[in-house]
């Protein structure tokens, strides 16, 4: 009889077997955080007023607890049946008992250090797990979803979700809504093709899978009828460059429509003119879409970019909310991606009820017809592929993957907010890369847009009924997660503080210093009647990580967090003949600069300063053998010889004796220098220290790889704008930064 209650109630293998599955903890919020953004709507909006703007001086450490994984810690914890879940860089997982810190299990998936170099960019990060019946649910940087049982961490089940002989890697969350678990990808940058699927969240079982671009017309799209009107929107032979569209970052599941609603990233290669010659909007990159989540059916779409030629992913969180719109009651996502916009549509329709610029000068679009449900009308001249002439575009990743939060009592939208500008030039005759991109030396020759003297970076409150900001802090990050809570308190990490805001007026009114830089947001919950705050952020100089929690009147001193130690440029002297420089240059382009240089760059080392430098031998053991691999750095064995990796090693020594001989900024400062030459604005004393990473490459340029299909030599890169000055947001945008 046991036997059969437990087929038929076709429950996990976790030790419930025969009972119903438990009722879903993220379908409302409670005490709990049961979810990436607490509950289905990913609000972030602790319902809890314990803490409140007359109290929260009181806060105090109530626990904290380092750890060794060194990387980007970026993800949001969960707090379900007591236990505080927090993931780590190479995707592990730790339980810790809420209340009192004691670590319960740890689960590492194991994920290959020897992940061919190239798959990967930036950053060796995780942005958290998911819930469903009893089970931790997460995604692993080698493309697997694992669940295991919250109580012990014993696995459950696993799946592998990518095909991993391709440039794919996750390092977001996945959602779990109505038994089913929805994942993305990044590779984008990797000329890959995204799709999201649908997997059985008891077994692991696929369910279904959804490509965001049409393949090769020539093979059909039964599958996928959206497919065939999609590719009308593409021209050329696209597929050969997969077209990009990896949804990377945001996933909302929305139990009222039933539907999956995630972003889909930016097109690729990034040049519309190139992986879609002659025009086309090139559906569905930088889109909005929505599914039906059991069946993954096409449901509708919203494209906020089209033709995308910046990097404009459109992966940014989504927010789901009820708000009352010229009277009605609208239920309906919202999103402010990169592009420098903030959108409201309706969740069942896709009908767009607004879209508004949250930054200024933005250029990259003239106007919407709103009739056409506000498709964005294109700047003509913002496209370089038409012109022949370079375009600086406004803005650069205006909203990253920096989770906002949204109080339904003051009606407002927190968003982390930065802008800059982004600098695309038509150029002919580029190194190529394999990649893709390419980060070479160039500069534009001609003056970045002046964007004014204002704050760069700051935390905007958006009312999305009135269509306008409520307030702004330049004391709050661009660069930051957000967390609102009932108590009319808005808190977000900025450099390696906690701070908090009254969520209606924007008054700063607490900060606590952290050791760490907390670059996901903070969540909030209560056990035995006591509210907790927590978070997991980056410990200085790479050193690991730190879960710290907060309550009323905790007294734990936190530690001081380790020294960073300041970079310094010690080269041997110069070596290596012409040919060999020349080799150096070209292969550090293309493999090294798209993490070490410029606008991709995640806290990974100025190789300038890199103590490898001294002896050929070490310098090999990384670059081949993976001597730091477990630190982040992937070798290259396939990509590299060892004459290869000397060639590089030469190269580099020759940029930091060109930059120690007075070339360029102070040590670890001044990334590019080898063309870019000391850049007004780049700090010494800390690799572009108080720059955003938005900022574009300083100093740098991306260049995209036409080898694929023989472009006939033309290529388009990117280069940077002026680094702002140093100010809240800096430091930790250095290590928290992540390109995908
Ligand atoms: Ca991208």
Not at 75 to 100: E, R
Not at 485 to 512: E, H, P, S, Y
Request: aromatic share 8%; net charge neutral.
């Amino acid at each position: 009889m046991g036997v059969v209650a437990c087929v038929g109630a076709g429950s996990g293998s976790d030790g419930d077997a025969g009972r119903k599955p438990r009722p879903d903890p993220a379908a409302t919020m409670t005490n709990q955080w049961a979810a990436p953004g607490g509950d289905h709507t990913e609000q972030r909006h602790s319902p809890l007023s314990q803490i409140n703007a007359s109290n929260v001086r009181d806060l105090g450490v109530a626990w904290f607890a380092n750890l060794p994984e060194r990387g980007g810690y970026q993800g949001t914890p969960l707090l379900v049946d007591g236990k505080l879940i927090v993931t780590t860089p190479w995707s592990k997982v730790y339980a810790f008992d809420a209340k009192s810190g004691r670590q319960l299990w740890k689960y590492d998936p194991k994920v290959p250090r020897e992940l061919a170099g190239g798959v990967l960019c930036c950053n060796v990060a995780n942005r958290g797990a998911a819930y469903w019946n009893g089970k931790i649910i997460w995604a692993t940087l080698d493309g697997r979803l694992v669940a295991v049982n919250i109580n012990d961490g014993s696995k459950v089940w696993e799946s592998q979700t990518v095909d991993t002989t391709k440039a794919l890697s996750i390092t977001g969350a996945p959602r779990v809504g109505n038994g089913i678990v929805f994942i993305g990808q990044a590779g984008a940058e990797y000329l890959q093709r995204g799709y999201l699927s649908g997997w059985d969240a008891e077994t692991g079982r696929k369910l279904w899978h959804w490509w965001t671009i049409p393949g090769n017309p020539a093979e059909g799209f039964a599958d996928q009828p959206e497919l065939e009107w999609a590719a009308k929107t593409w021209k050329g032979e696209w597929w050969k460059y997969g077209g990009g569209g990896t949804p990377w970052d945001g996933i909302v599941y929305d139990p009222e429509t039933d539907l999956v609603i995630f972003g889909t990233g930016n097109g690729s290669p990034w040049p519309a003119g190139l992986r879609s010659p002659g025009g086309g909007d090139n559906l569905f990159v930088a889109s909005i879409v929505a599914l039906h989540a059991r069946t993954g059916k096409y449901a509708w779409h919203y494209q906020t970019t089209p033709m995308d030629s910046f990097d404009y992913d459109n992966t940014s969180p989504f927010t789901v909310a009820d708000l009352v719109i010229g009277g009605q009651k609208k239920h309906v996502v919202m999103q402010a991606p990169k592009n420098g916009l903030v959108y409201v549509i309706e969740a069942a329709t896709g009908k767009v009820l607004s879209a508004d610029l949250t930054v200024p000068g933005v250029n990259w679009l003239t106007g919407f017809d709103e009739k056409n449900n506000w498709k964005p009308i294109m700047n003509p001249d913002a496209d370089p592929a038409r012109t022949g002439k370079s375009w600086t575009v406004v803005p650069s990743q205006a909203h990253l993957w920096y989770p906002p939060a949204f109080n339904p009592q003051t009606g407002l939208l927190y968003l982390p907010t930065r802008f800059n500008s982004f600098t695309v030039v038509v150029e002919p005759d580029l190194a190529k890369s394999k990649q893709g991109i390419v980060m070479s030396g160039g500069q534009p020759s001609y003056a970045a847009p002046d964007l004014g003297t204002g704050p760069r970076a700051y935390l905007l409150a958006w009312d999305p009924v009135q269509r306008k900001a409520a307030w702004q802090s330049a004391e709050g990050s661009g660069s930051n997660g957000v967390l609102s809570t009932a108590g009319n308190l808005v808190f977000q990490g900025v450099g390696t503080n906690l701070l908090a805001f009254r969520a209606d007026t924007g008054q700063k009114i607490w900060t606590a210093a952290l050791g760490a830089s907390v670059a996901a947001a903070f969540i909030s919950y209560s056990i035995d009647g006591v509210q907790y705050l927590a978070g997991v952020g980056t410990l200085g100089g790479n050193a690991g990580g730190r879960v710290i929690v907060f309550k009323s009147g905790g007294n734990v001193e936190l530690p001081p967090a380790p020294p960073v130690v300041q970079p310094v440029l010690n080269p041997p002297p110069d070596f290596g003949d012409a040919a060999m420089l020349a080799k150096g240059e070209q292969k550090y382009q293309q493999h090294c600069t798209i993490c070490h240089e410029g606008r991709n760059t995640g806290g990974f080392p100025n190789l300038r300063t890199s103590p490898y430098l001294n002896s050929a031998a070490a310098f090999r053991a990384v670059v081949l053998d993976g001597a730091l691999a477990e630190a982040g750095m992937l070798p290259f064995p396939k990509a590299l010889n060892a004459e290869d990796a000397e060639a590089i090693r030469a190269h580099i020594v020759r940029l930091a004796n060109t930059e120690g001989a007075g070339g360029a900024a102070g040590a670890g400062g001044a990334r590019g220098s080898a063309a870019g030459g000391g850049r007004a604005g780049v700090a010494a004393g800390g690799a572009r220290a108080g720059g955003s990473p938005d900022a574009g490459p300083r100093g740098g340029a991306s260049a995209v790889d036409t080898r694929p299909v023989q472009q006939g030599g033309m290529g388009i890169f990117a280069t940077g704008a002026p680094a702002r000055a140093a100010g809240p947001g800096g430091q930790q945008d250095e290590i928290n930064q992540i390109h995908q």
